[in-house]
């Protein structure tokens, strides 16, 4: 088992500090926007991350989170420990009775939105086998397993 040495410590504090103040500050910057938290707060892990203060500031993104292996894996512990804290809270505030009064509404969208578009992938590439490049004497089979929509692009 290795473990972290001083410079990899700080690093993994710097991490944690820097996810911390910047999820604050968003959030509370979100709450003004009359937005939920969690909105500051993911923006805030966009700004950290490879999308832009990786395209700005690269080198500071590698020396925060991509230089120090032993530290990034004790920040995935932390992160891994968080995500389950996140759900467990989410979970505490899910008020039952409301999902019971909205349950049916919901499982019809939900099937809806999972029934039609398999549906429709399935009448299409059986009209149309050609256009999508299937070339299988049985229509049926390769309309129910073709990749559906874009089988060229694997």
Same mark, same amino acid.
């Given at each position: 088992?290795?473990?972290?040495?001083?410079?990899?410590?700080?690093? +993994?504090?710097?991490?944690?500090?820097?996810?911390?103040?910047?999820?604050?500050?968003?959030?509370?910057?979100?709450?003004?926007?009359?937005?939920?938290?969690?909105? #500051?707060?993911? +923006?805030? #892990?966009?700004?950290?991350?490879?999308?832009?203060?990786?395209?700005?500031?690269?080198?500071?993104?590698?020396?925060?989170? #991509?230089?120090?292996?032993?530290?990034?894996?004790?920040?995935?512990?932390?992160?891994?420990?968080?995500?389950?804290?996140?759900?467990?809270?989410? #979970? +505490?505030?899910?008020?039952?009775?409301?999902?019971?009064?909205?349950?049916?509404?919901?499982?019809?969208?939900?099937?809806?939105?999972?029934?039609?578009?398999?549906?429709?992938?399935?009448?299409?590439?059986?009209?149309?086998?050609?256009?999508?490049?299937?070339?299988?004497?049985?229509?049926?089979?390769?309309?129910?397993?073709?990749?559906?929509?874009?089988?060229?692009?694997?």
């Amino acid at each position: 088992m290795e473990t972290l040495n001083h410079k990899e410590v700080i690093n +993994l504090l710097l991490q944690l500090a820097a996810m911390l103040i910047m999820a604050r500050i968003f959030a509370e910057l979100a709450r003004k926007f009359k937005l939920p938290a969690v909105v #500051g707060e993911i +923006l805030a #892990g966009i700004i950290l991350g490879p999308t832009i203060l990786g395209t700005l500031f690269p080198g500071a993104q590698d020396y925060l989170f #991509g230089s120090h292996e032993m530290s990034n894996v004790a920040l995935d512990g932390f992160v891994q420990i968080s995500v389950v804290l996140l759900l467990f809270i989410a #979970g +505490l505030e899910v008020e039952l009775q409301v999902v019971w009064n909205q349950g049916k509404n919901a499982l019809k969208i939900a099937t809806a939105s999972m029934a039609l578009p398999i549906i429709t992938g399935f009448v299409l590439a059986y009209a149309f086998p050609e256009f999508l490049g299937v070339n299988i004497n049985d229509r049926a089979v390769a309309s129910t397993f073709l990749d559906w929509p874009f089988p060229s692009l694997h």
